[in-house]
C-alpha cells in the first residue's frame, strides 16, 4: 500500500481565502492525482489563520471543501481533528490532522488511546471539539514554561496511530516555537532553538513512553528549526564591515548592517527584528540551497531518536505571500527548512524499502509563507 504524507502551515491561507486558498488546494489535488495513494495523512498548523479569531469561521468550509471534491471522490472513509477552540487558551493549538483512506484499502485500524485497542475505520468523521475527551487521538499545548518570555503560545502537537496489516505508526502533528527575533536569533544558539529542542524532547519522550507499547512513529509538521543563522551570515557576508545601528534611547540594538569595504560600501544584509534582507536570494535556491544544509544543526541533538531523508528541495520557509511572487522569499526571515517530516529508527527501515519521494509541494507557485513538503512511500504487506 501507497501512502502520502503531507505537513503545511496553513496560516496564509486565511488571510486570503480566494487567491491562495485555490492555488493550495490545486496543487494538492495534482499531487494526489500524481502519486494516487491509497492513505493520505495531512498535517496542518496555524489553522484559521495569523487572526484565529475572525479566520476559524473559515476552517470547516475549507475542510469540507477537500471532503466533497471530485478529486477525493474515491477516499471513502475519512478522520479529522480539528483544535479550533481558541477561547480555551490554555489548550489551543491551532493544529489540524486529516487521514484519508481510500475506497480499495480494506485493512487499515486506529488505535482507540482509551481502550488501548484498534478499531475499524468506517466513514467519515470531523472533530473540532472537545479533543480532550476524544480517545482516538492524542493532544497537547506546550506547558507556559517552556515559552516563559510569552503569555501566549498555540504550539503543541496531535498524535494519532494506524495499523496497516503487520505495521503500526503513530503519526504526530507538530508545530514549535518560532523565532520572536532575527537580533536575538543570528547569534547561534539562541534561547529559540533551545526552546525548541526542549520542546521536541517533551514530545519524542512522550511518544516513547511506558503508557502505551512502542510503535514506529513520524512526526511530521512546523518544527520553525532556523539555520545557525550566524554561520550563514559569516559565510555570506566575509568580509565585510558590520555597522550597528541603536535605538533613539542608545539602550537597544535597532538594526546591523553588514556592507561591502569597497564598491561605495554596498549593503550586502539588513537584519532587524521582523527583517532579514540579503541583496541576493539566489543563494538559497541555487542546487536547493545544498550548500547551507551544513548550517541545519537544530536536529542533530536528537540524531539517535529521529531520521530523515536526503532533503533535496530549497528551504520551505519564509516565502512571499504575494501570488505573483511563488519562487521568492520574503524579506523577514533568514530562509530554512522549517517544514520537516521526521520518523524513528524503526519507521524509516519501512519507508526505505519500496520507492519514496521526499519533496516540497507548489515550488513555482505562491502557498503562503510555508511551502509545503510531503512524502510518498510505500508499505509492504
Known amino acids: 500500500m501507497d501512502a502520502l504524507l503531507l505537513t503545511a502551515n496553513v496560516g496564509s491561507l486565511f488571510d486570503d481565502l480566494e487567491g491562495l486558498q485555490s492555488i493550495w488546494l490545486q496543487e494538492f489535488y495534482q499531487t494526489v492525482a500524481k502519486y494516487r495513494p491509497r492513505f493520505i495523512a495531512i498535517h496542518l498548523q496555524e489553522i484559521g489563520g495569523k487572526d484565529y479569531e475572525t479566520g476559524m469561521v473559515h476552517v470547516d468550509a475549507f475542510v469540507h471543501g477537500i471532503l466533497s471534491s471530485e478529486e477525493m471522490r474515491q477516499y471513502d472513509r475519512v478522520r479529522v481533528y480539528l483544535d479550533e477552540h481558541f477561547s480555551a487558551p490554555s489548550r489551543f493549538t491551532a493544529l489540524g490532522s486529516m487521514y484519508f483512506l481510500h475506497e480499495s484499502v480494506q485493512s487499515v485500524l486506529q488505535f482507540d488511546f482509551k481502550v488501548q485497542g484498534f478499531k475499524e475505520v468506517l466513514g467519515k468523521e470531523v472533530h473540532n471539539a472537545h479533543l480532550e475527551g476524544n480517545s482516538m487521538m492524542e493532544k497537547e499545548r506546550f506547558p507556559q514554561d517552556f515559552w516563559p518570555e510569552f503569555k501566549w503560545s498555540r504550539k503543541g502537537y496531535i498524535r494519532t496511530r494506524w495499523r496497516f496489516q503487520d505495521h503500526v505508526f503513530d503519526l504526530v502533528n507538530i508545530h514549535l516555537f518560532h523565532d520572536a527575533s532575527n537580533l536575538v536569533a543570528w547569534k547561534y544558539p539562541s534561547i529559540f532553538s533551545a526552546n525548541r529542542q526542549?520542546?521536541?524532547?517533551?514530545?519524542?519522550?512522550?511518544?516513547?513512553?511506558?503508557?502505551?507499547?512502542?510503535?514506529?512513529?513520524?512526526?511530521?509538521?512546523?518544527?520553525?528549526?532556523?539555520?545557525?543563522?550566524?554561520?550563514?551570515?559569516?559565510?555570506?557576508?566575509?568580509?565585510?564591515?558590520?555597522?550597528?545601528?541603536?535605538?533613539?534611547?542608545?539602550?537597544?540594538?535597532?538594526?546591523?548592517?553588514?556592507?561591502?569595504?569597497?564598491?561605495?560600501?554596498?549593503?550586502?544584509?539588513?537584519?532587524?527584528?521582523?527583517?532579514?534582507?540579503?541583496?541576493?536570494?539566489?543563494?538559497?535556491?541555487?542546487?536547493?540551497?545544498?550548500?547551507?544544509?551544513?548550517?541545519?544543526?537544530?536536529?542533530?541533538?536528537?540524531?539517535?531518536?529521529?531520521?530523515?531523508?536526503?532533503?533535496?528541495?530549497?528551504?520551505?520557509?519564509?516565502?512571499?505571500?504575494?501570488?505573483?511572487?511563488?519562487?521568492?522569499?520574503?524579506?523577514?526571515?533568514?530562509?530554512?527548512?522549517?517544514?520537516?517530516?521526521?520518523?524513528?529508527?524503526?519507521?524509516?527501515?519501512?519507508?526505505?524499502?519500496?520507492?519514496?519521494?521526499?519533496?516540497?509541494?507548489?515550488?513555482?507557485?505562491?502557498?503562503?509563507?510555508?511551502?509545503?513538503?510531503?512524502?510518498?512511500?510505500?508499505?509492504?504487506?
Open 198 to 381: 526542549k520542546a521536541l524532547g517533551h514530545v519524542l519522550n512522550r511518544i516513547t513512553d511506558s503508557r502505551y507499547e512502542k510503535a514506529p512513529f513520524l512526526i511530521f509538521g512546523d518544527f520553525n528549526v532556523r539555520l545557525d543563522t550566524q554561520g550563514v551570515v559569516e559565510t555570506l557576508c566575509c568580509p565585510s564591515a558590520v555597522q550597528t545601528v541603536l535605538t533613539n534611547d542608545a539602550e537597544d540594538v535597532k538594526k546591523v548592517l553588514f556592507q561591502e569595504k569597497d564598491n561605495d560600501h554596498k549593503v550586502l544584509l539588513r537584519i532587524e527584528s521582523k527583517t532579514f534582507d540579503y541583496f541576493d536570494q539566489d543563494v538559497f535556491r541555487e542546487n536547493n540551497g545544498k550548500a547551507l544544509l551544513k548550517f541545519d544543526k537544530e536536529l542533530a541533538t536528537f540524531i539517535d531518536e529521529i531520521c530523515e531523508l536526503d532533503i533535496q528541495f530549497p528551504p520551505s520557509y519564509p516565502y512571499s505571500e504575494v501570488n505573483t511572487e511563488g519562487t521568492l522569499y520574503a524579506n523577514t526571515r533568514c530562509p530554512a527548512w522549517c517544514d520537516r517530516i521526521l520518523m524513528s529508527p524503526s519507521a524509516i527501515e519501512v519507508v526505505i524499502k519500496g520507492e519514496y519521494v521526499y519533496d516540497m509541494m507548489g515550488p513555482e507557485v505562491c502557498m503562503g509563507d510555508h511551502k509545503p513538503v510531503y512524502l510518498y512511500f510505500q508499505i509492504c504487506m
